[in-house]
Nanobody, 122 residues
């Protein structure tokens, strides 16, 4: 099983980034997918999630209206479009997969990627 994130980087406040996550080694199309983030000195937290068929999306209040999660089951990819970025969005962003797809707790996820750094300067 592999989840490989890409697209992180340094951006100024108000800017945008698009994260990508490439999945392999499991039946991607039946798994819910999520994006989590971990800022320095803080616990990993849920940012956005999407159901197995893309029909339902979920967002943390802190990113709602600014971030958009999407997926492509043919390409086995999940994306996170991040707009109007703020310095407090600075974190390592992780892609994760969950077979059940109803619980976005960190401990409930089945597979994790290695993360990609997002830094937002003020």
């Amino acid at each position: 099983v592999q989840l490989v994130e890409s697209g992180g980087g340094l951006v100024q406040a108000g800017g945008s980034l698009r994260l990508s996550c490439a999945a392999s080694g499991f039946t991607f199309s039946i798994y819910a997918m999520g994006w989590f983030r971990q800022a320095p000195g803080k616990e990993r937290e849920f940012a956005a999630g999407i159901s197995w068929n893309g029909g339902n999306t979920y967002y943390a209040d802190s990113v709602k209206g600014r971030f958009t999660i999407s997926r492509d089951n043919v390409k086995k990819m999940v994306y996170l479009q991040m707009n109007s970025l703020k310095p407090e969005d600075t974190a390592v962003y992780y892609c994760a997969a969950d077979y059940v797809g109803t619980n976005w707790d960190v401990g409930a996820m089945d597979y994790w990627g290695q993360g990609t750094q997002v830094t937002v300067s003020s």
